[in-house]
């Protein structure tokens, strides 16, 4: 019945704010470890017989212990629980940069099989103009054949005609001989061409057009086994895990270390940071500049005076007399050389040439890109690639001022990128490289071209 009157405690504080056990009005100096209460001496002697009992104090003492060790537990789990947020939101920002450069080292490879594409489309092309020819000289051939013989026999029909209006004697003088060429001519008709000049277009056409085929399937079933295998990539590698271990060593993993990705030579480059292991020192040569052009005090900027030169007719041998084009002092040729410059202005010529480049003829014949001497990469409102005068027009335009040029001598590799946040792939060339290459820039107007010192 007591404990319907009061249900709540054995202690009651509201008299003399002291701890009183409610029912004997006695003081709460008796701990049951039993049932985890506080009780007086009377109650533990009443109700709680058998029990082990403590002291209040002795009791706190150990509980509080414990509670200690709780707090310290809890707030050890908290901060492993904070370093894992930081760990999280720090792998948000790889897994971002990290789709950055996939997509741009991804776009460098396509963009290379399509330029591949180009080219070789570029010698069907010539493959095409040269079937042309040959089938148009075959038929001006006959025709001129043709016309031979029409005229013969014009001239043969006009002396039957004759020969029909003359007299007895006159017609069978002639007859024999007139007869004996009709004959020869039947015997002999003019004979076509037994090939037909259609048939190489045709064969043409359907090479391209099963090659076509045949890259389309390829790239279908290629591109489905890149997802296939990201996917059961992605299954293995969390199979063996927990979540909170994976994530946890995808956190450790993906924090900055020390560079140790170039340990080889046969490895490409893929960051800036890769690049500017090979880069190069170079410096603008003066005595080779048209005289239209200011260079610097440095000699690593070169830019197109806004007023032409009206000095005195001193030239320098090396000097460009026609064009606004400069080399650099330095030839390439080590194995692997990497410089970057920045642009001002709309339209320029980023190249490379031997020292032999004609510097003083009026036609394309010293123009960058132009003859067998030079490569050049032309920016205005889109790239261009120039080499032997024939151009491969890019589909990129140009979004950054910075350009970075990456030789590779030996191997015979010449790739321009634009340098931002990441390295954005534009073009390769291939060629064998004979002798030093010199850096060489064309300059259009109002613009600018310095040399970065990396």
């Known amino acids: 019945m007591n404990t319907l009157k009061r249900p709540r405690s054995c202690t009651d504080t509201s008299t003399s704010g002291s701890a009183l056990c409610w029912k004997h009005s006695r003081p709460l100096d008796v ?37 200690s060790n709780m707090q310290t537990k809890s707030r050890r789990l908290l901060q492993k629980q904070e370093k894992k947020q930081k760990d999280m939101g720090k792998t948000l920002e790889l897994i971002q940069e990290e789709a950055i450069k996939t997509k741009d080292y991804c776009e460098c490879i396509l963009v290379s099989v399509i330029d591949s594409l180009q080219r070789h489309y570029l010698s069907v092309k010539q493959l095409i103009d040269t079937q042309e020819e040959a089938a148009v000289a075959q038929v001006q051939t006959s025709i001129q054949t043709l016309q031979v013989k029409m005229k013969e026999m014009e001239k043969r029909n006009t002396e039957l005609d004759h020969l029909a209006e003359t007299d007895d004697v006159h017609f069978l003088q002639k007859w024999p001989s007139l007869k004996g060429l009709c004959r020869k001519d039947n015997l002999h008709p003019f004979q076509e061409t037994s090939e037909d000049p259609l048939l190489p277009f045709e064969l043409t056409k359907r090479a391209v057009e099963k090659l076509g085929k045949q890259l389309e399937e390829l790239c279908d079933k290629e591109f489905a086994s890149i ?46 940071a890769d690049f500017l292991r090979y880069a190069c020192g170079l410096s603008l040569d003066p005595s080779t500049a048209h005289e239209d052009l200011v260079i610097s005090a440095e000699d690593k900027e070169v830019r197109l005076s806004p007023q032409p030169f009206r000095g005195p007719a001193f030239r320098y041998p090396e000097q460009f007399i026609h064009r606004r084009q400069v080399l650099c002092k330095e030839g390439l040729q080590a194995e692997r050389s990497y410089y970057e410059i920045e642009v001002k202005g709309n339209k320029v010529e980023i190249a490379l040439a031997y020292k032999g480049i004609d510097r003083k003829s009026r036609t394309t014949l010293s123009a960058f890109g132009a003859t067998a001497k030079s490569w050049s990469l032309d920016r205005s409102t889109n790239y261009s690639v120039s080499h032997r005068a ?29 340098v931002s946040d990441s390295m954005k792939f534009l073009y390769t060339v291939e060629a064998e490289f004979t002798e030093p290459l010199y850096p060489g820039f064309w300059l259009g107007e109002k613009c600018c071209i310095k040399i970065c010192d990396l």
């Open 31 to 67: 701990y049951c470890c039993t049932d985890e209460k506080v009780i007086c001496e009377v109650c533990a002697s009443a109700e709680h017989t058998g029990h082990t009992f403590g002291l209040p104090k002795e009791e706190r003492r150990r509980k509080q212990e414990e509670l």
């Open 227 to 272: 997802s296939h295998s990201v996917e059961n990539g992605e299954q293995q590698e969390l199979g063996g895990e927990s979540e909170e271990d994976d994530m946890q060593q995808r956190c450790e993993t993906s924090l900055p270390v020390a560079d140790n990705t170039l340990t080889h030579q046969d490895v490409e480059p893929k960051t800036r």
């Open 390 to 418: 024939e151009s491969i027009q890019l589909t990129t335009p140009p979004t950054h001022c910075r350009i970075g040029v990456y030789l590779k001598f030996k191997e015979g590799t010449l790739s321009f990128y634009e």
